[in-house]
């Protein structure tokens, strides 16, 4: 595809003649690894010396062989694993002036002057206080003979990347290691559920995270809400952040809500302190594609930087990495523990994000099954929602959330069965706020959900419409809930009962809705497909020079496949987006033929199950498997329907929650204004995520973006980080990085409501 004039290349960047360093800083995360690999790679790439500091600071003060030139293969096989393997360290020496004095000395002897810090906002301000002394550091070396200092070496450069899985650094809407911990502790409180249910036994959880969180206990309201609550459950898990205060500011521990719990309840109840596992294990899918994204834009930054740039940290808003000056992201998140200590709970709380919808979707709605004091005003609406196409992780998670929500704003919510196929054939009831508890970590439809189409059963669905006197519909699913969409609000110049809100909410694993960047599922997916090539690549590790070629699901959308692969560090991947020919075949195998004679002897490469329709995943498989003889064997894996299945992710959770909360909320605007039908093209809508926000746009005006044919988005975001993922497998190719090279200010999300989520 041609590319406009006006793009820039990373090509015109060179980073010949520079020597850019990397170190991880404070405590460890998932992805600091996958960080590292990036910035490596990258640096590589463009003609840099990249250098390994071991051991955090401390390493860059004793020098020696703490500082290592990095090559190629000496970052193969990190990105799957936990922790940093360059090591992290704390460092009271770097503290003083004398020991940024050791520091500066060592980075000059290796002739460094760019550093990559990967660490929390402790480790981040020291960088910046180093680059700041940089000048006058240099000029007591030359005063003590250091005969390596020349002019060359006058300025420190800085870029940072936030490796924390507290998530507590603001102008970043997650950092490096937050998915892969909230990945350990909700697999924990899955598991925990069960022994819970089995006993009708309250269990107390203490998770990390310092003070980020503990807002949600800044009022003593969430204990009456506990003992409340807790009496009409037979399961119970109160999680409590380790940081956790009252508005006093005295801690609230594990136990002291155990000893609350048990006092006002009497309840058989356990605690469980998570601890470090939070901090180990691999990192998700989220955190490789983050740390890559992150650490590639680190290295650009350094490239296009100045004597006269600030500091800067790498940061994720929305799907885009940006780059926000470091001392006022650092600010910032100082404001949020200065408003703590100062007991001005809200000012931190509007700081760090609002806490309103996990509030309104724990307190019970209008429902005797949950007498309260927080009944809502009776509306007179009647709000259907139902799931259509295949099955996605998460999209319990999103009706849940649909349904508390509408009942919390006084609609009656009824749940229909089986898509559109259930609802022409009345398999609708009205379902309440007790219904839905527990859904949240359930994979699948619990509605049930089909392929049909509405359009030959207009008339039995209009019908349906009637009886119950639904007067609007939210439809949770992938592309036949747009077509679906689409062929009621056609509908409606034969049959008014379509004339009222309608929305959709994007939940698919192939990620292929036009309107939105991201959907329900995907995220899960993603994992599944990260996991089961962690475990094939590491199959091959007796075996020596073997290549797997994978198939993923999709459709035509190649999104699970380019994603994954960067994911999982492939070295190829076929998608019918990129058409490709008998030629590039053959070239990815001789550059396959090629890694076979370093150390790095196994190959991945990926297909999308409809990438093409004669390059099929046996003939590239028989394909590399004859041109690969005498110097690799092929195996193949085709993965089927194990992309749908299994517990939502954490992210796909939080997704599908605040996105249907937020289609709800339109649907309740939209049934007040609408008198008493509203036919207009914007009573009928996608909420999808676009690049920072979720915005609603009316069904008629997608039309044009999509391929119908194809089932797919005429333009995709995800087609740019393809060229990432070819350089970090060492292919040449073009990178646009027309969307980097900008210094914003902080405009961090967490100030406004959730009006934003966060994507890969």
Same mark, same amino acid.
């Given at each position: 595809?041609?590319?406009?004039?006006?793009?820039?290349?990373f090509e015109?960047?060179?980073g010949?003649?520079?020597?850019i360093?990397?170190?991880?800083s404070?405590?460890? $995360?998932?992805g600091?690894?996958?960080?590292?690999?990036a910035?490596v790679?990258?640096?590589?790439?463009?003609?840099?010396?990249?250098?390994?500091?071991?051991e955090?600071?401390?390493?860059?003060v004793?020098?020696?062989?703490?500082?290592?030139?990095?090559?190629w293969?000496?970052?193969?096989s990190?990105?799957?694993v936990?922790?940093?393997?360059?090591?992290?360290?704390?460092?009271m020496?770097?503290r003083?002036h004398?020991? %940024?004095?050791k520091a500066?000395?060592n980075?000059?002897?290796h002739?460094?002057t760019?550093?990559?810090?990967?660490?929390?906002?402790?480790?981040l301000?020291?960088a910046?206080l180093?680059?700041?002394?940089?000048?006058?550091?240099?000029?007591?070396l030359v005063?003590?003979?250091?005969?390596?200092?020349?002019m060359k070496?006058s300025?420190?450069?800085?870029?940072?990347?936030?490796?924390?899985?507290?998530?507590?650094?603001?102008?970043?809407d997650?950092?490096?290691?937050?998915?892969?911990?909230?990945?350990?502790?909700?697999?924990?409180?899955d598991?925990?559920?069960?022994?819970?249910?089995?006993?009708?036994r309250?269990?107390?959880?203490?998770?990390?995270?310092r003070?980020c969180?503990?807002?949600r206990?800044?009022t003593?309201?969430?204990f009456?809400?506990?003992?409340n609550r807790?009496?009409?459950?037979?399961l119970?898990?109160?999680?409590?952040?380790?940081?956790?205060?009252?508005?006093n500011?005295?801690?609230?521990?594990?136990?002291h809500?155990?000893?609350?719990?048990?006092?006002s309840?009497?309840?058989?109840?356990?605690?469980?302190?998570?601890g470090?596992v939070?901090?180990?294990g691999t990192?998700?899918?989220?955190?490789?594609?983050?740390?890559?994204?992150?650490?590639v834009?680190?290295?650009?930054?350094?490239?296009?930087?100045t004597?006269?740039?600030?500091?800067?940290? !790498?940061?994720?808003?929305?799907?885009?990495?940006?780059r926000?000056p470091?001392?006022?992201c650092?600010?910032?998140?100082?404001e949020v523990q200065?408003a703590?200590?100062?007991k001005?709970?809200?000012d931190?709380?509007?700081?760090?994000?609002? +806490?309103r +919808?996990?509030?309104?979707?724990s307190?019970?709605?209008?429902?005797?099954?949950?007498?309260?004091?927080f009944s809502?005003?009776?509306?007179?609406?009647?709000?259907a929602? +139902?799931?259509?196409?295949?099955?996605? $992780?998460?999209?319990?998670? $999103?009706v849940r959330?649909?349904?508390?929500?509408?009942?919390s704003?006084?609609?009656?919510m009824?749940a229909?069965?089986d898509?559109?196929?259930?609802?022409y054939?009345?398999?609708?009831?009205?379902?309440k706020w007790?219904?839905v508890?527990?859904?949240?970590?359930q994979?699948g439809?619990?509605?049930?959900?089909?392929?049909?189409l509405p359009a030959?059963?207009?008339?039995?669905?209009?019908?349906?419409?009637?009886?119950?006197?639904i007067n609007?519909?939210?439809?949770?699913g992938?592309?036949?809930?747009y077509?679906?969409?689409?062929?009621?609000? $056609?509908?409606?110049?034969t049959?008014?009962?379509?004339c009222?809100?309608?929305?959709?909410?994007?939940?698919?694993v192939?990620?292929?809705?036009p309107?939105?960047?991201?959907?329900i599922g995907?995220?899960?997916?993603?994992?599944?497909?990260?996991?089961?090539c962690?475990?094939?690549?590491?199959s091959?590790?007796?075996?020596?020079?073997?290549v797997?070629i994978?198939?993923t699901m999709g459709?035509?959308?190649?999104?699970?496949?380019?994603?994954?692969?960067?994911?999982?560090?492939a070295?190829? !991947?076929?998608i019918y987006e990129?058409?490709?020919?008998?030629?590039?075949?053959?070239?990815?195998?001789?550059?396959?033929t @090629?890694?076979?004679?370093t150390?790095?002897?196994?190959g991945?490469? +990926?297909?999308?199950?409809?990438?093409?329709?004669?390059?099929?995943?046996?003939f590239?498989?028989?394909l590399?498997?004859?041109?690969?003889?005498?110097?690799?064997d092929c195996?193949?894996n085709?993965?089927?329907h194990m992309q749908?299945?299994?517990?939502p992710?954490?992210?796909?959770?939080?997704f599908g929650?605040?996105?249907?909360?937020?289609?709800?909320q339109?649907?309740?605007?939209?049934l007040v204004q609408?008198?008493?039908?509203?036919?207009? @093209?914007?009573?009928a809508?996608?909420?999808g995520?676009?690049? %920072?926000?979720?915005?609603?746009q009316?069904?008629?005006?997608?039309?044009?973006?999509?391929d119908f044919?194809?089932?797919?988005?005429?333009e995709?975001?995800?087609?740019?980080? %393809?060229?990432?993922?070819?350089i970090?497998?060492?292919?040449?190719?073009s990178y646009?990085?027309?969307?980097?090279?900008?210094?914003?200010?902080?405009?961090?999300?967490?100030?406004?409501?959730?009006d934003?989520t966060?994507t890969?």
């Amino acid at each position: 595809m041609a590319q406009p004039d006006n793009k820039k290349f990373f090509e015109n960047l060179s980073g010949a003649g520079k020597a850019i360093a990397v170190l991880t800083s404070g405590g460890d $995360a998932q992805g600091m690894n996958a960080a590292v690999r990036a910035v490596v790679r990258m640096g590589i790439y463009v003609g840099a010396k990249v250098y390994f500091i071991h051991e955090g600071y401390q390493g860059m003060v004793d020098g020696g062989d703490n500082i290592k030139e990095a090559t190629w293969e000496s970052v193969s096989s990190m990105l799957q694993v936990g922790g940093t393997v360059i090591g992290s360290a704390r460092c009271m020496e770097f503290r003083t002036h004398e020991g %940024r004095l050791k520091a500066a000395h060592n980075l000059v002897q290796h002739g460094i002057t760019n550093l990559c810090v990967i660490g929390g906002d402790g480790s981040l301000t020291g960088a910046n206080l180093f680059r700041e002394e940089w000048s006058s550091l240099l000029a007591k070396l030359v005063q003590q003979g250091a005969e390596t200092v020349t002019m060359k070496y006058s300025a420190l450069h800085i870029v940072g990347m936030v490796g924390s899985i507290d998530n507590d650094f603001c102008g970043t809407d997650m950092t490096i290691g937050t998915d892969s911990a909230l990945h350990r502790i909700i697999e924990v409180v899955d598991a925990i559920m069960t022994t819970a249910q089995s006993h009708q036994r309250t269990f107390v959880l203490e998770v990390m995270g310092r003070h980020c969180g503990v807002s949600r206990f800044g009022t003593s309201w969430d204990f009456y809400f506990v003992c409340n609550r807790a009496g009409r459950k037979r399961l119970n898990i109160i999680i409590v952040a380790e940081g956790a205060i009252d508005r006093n500011n005295k801690p609230i521990t594990t136990e002291h809500v155990k000893d609350l719990v048990v006092r006002s309840l009497g309840f058989d109840t356990r605690v469980t302190i998570l601890g470090h596992v939070q901090r180990g294990g691999t990192p998700s899918a989220f955190d490789r594609i983050l740390a890559s994204r992150m650490g590639v834009e680190a290295v650009l930054a350094l490239l296009e930087t100045t004597a006269n740039t600030p500091a800067c940290v !790498v940061s994720l808003c929305g799907n885009q990495a940006v780059r926000l000056p470091l001392m006022e992201c650092v600010q910032m998140t100082q404001e949020v523990q200065k408003a703590m200590d100062e007991k001005r709970f809200e000012d931190a709380v509007k700081l760090r994000g609002s +806490l309103r +919808l996990y509030k309104r979707l724990s307190v019970p709605g209008a429902d005797s099954e949950w007498p309260c004091a927080f009944s809502p005003i009776q509306s007179n609406f009647n709000v259907a929602v +139902l799931n259509v196409g295949a099955p996605a $992780a998460g999209m319990n998670a $999103a009706v849940r959330s649909a349904v508390r929500v509408g009942i919390s704003e006084g609609h009656k919510m009824f749940a229909i069965n089986d898509g559109f196929e259930g609802f022409y054939k009345g398999q609708i009831k009205e379902i309440k706020w007790g219904a839905v508890g527990g859904w949240t970590g359930q994979g699948g439809s619990l509605l049930g959900t089909k392929r049909t189409l509405p359009a030959k059963y207009i008339g039995k669905i209009a019908e349906q419409i009637r009886k119950y006197n639904i007067n609007a519909l939210l439809v949770i699913g992938g592309f036949e809930a747009y077509l679906g969409i689409a062929e009621l609000l $056609a509908a409606r110049g034969t049959c008014e009962e379509f004339c009222v809100p309608m929305i959709m909410v994007p939940a698919t694993v192939s990620n292929n809705v036009p309107g939105s960047d991201l959907s329900i599922g995907a995220d899960t997916a993603l994992n599944a497909i990260t996991d089961t090539c962690d475990r094939i690549k590491q199959s091959a590790s007796g075996t020596k020079r073997r290549v797997f070629i994978i198939e993923t699901m999709g459709g035509y959308c190649g999104y699970l496949a380019s994603v994954g692969g960067l994911a999982a560090g492939a070295d190829a !991947v076929y998608i019918y987006e990129e058409p490709f020919d008998i030629r590039e075949l053959q070239s990815n195998v001789e550059h396959l033929t @090629e890694k076979m004679k370093t150390s790095i002897q196994r190959g991945l490469v +990926l297909r999308n199950e409809n990438s093409n329709v004669n390059y099929t995943t046996d003939f590239i498989y028989q394909l590399y498997s004859e041109e690969g003889k005498g110097v690799f064997d092929c195996r193949k894996n085709i993965l089927g329907h194990m992309q749908q299945g299994g517990a939502p992710s954490p992210f796909d959770r939080n997704f599908g929650t605040k996105i249907a909360a937020k289609a709800m909320q339109w649907i309740s605007k939209k049934l007040v204004q609408a008198q008493p039908r509203s036919p207009g @093209e914007d009573s009928a809508c996608l909420l999808g995520m676009r690049r %920072r926000a979720l915005v609603f746009q009316p069904v008629t005006q997608l039309k044009d973006q999509t391929d119908f044919i194809h089932r797919i988005p005429k333009e995709q975001w995800w087609l740019k980080l %393809r060229p990432l993922m070819k350089i970090l497998a060492k292919y040449k190719t073009s990178y646009d990085v027309s969307d980097s090279g900008q210094l914003e200010h902080v405009v961090c999300n967490r100030t406004k409501e959730s009006d934003t989520t966060t994507t890969i």
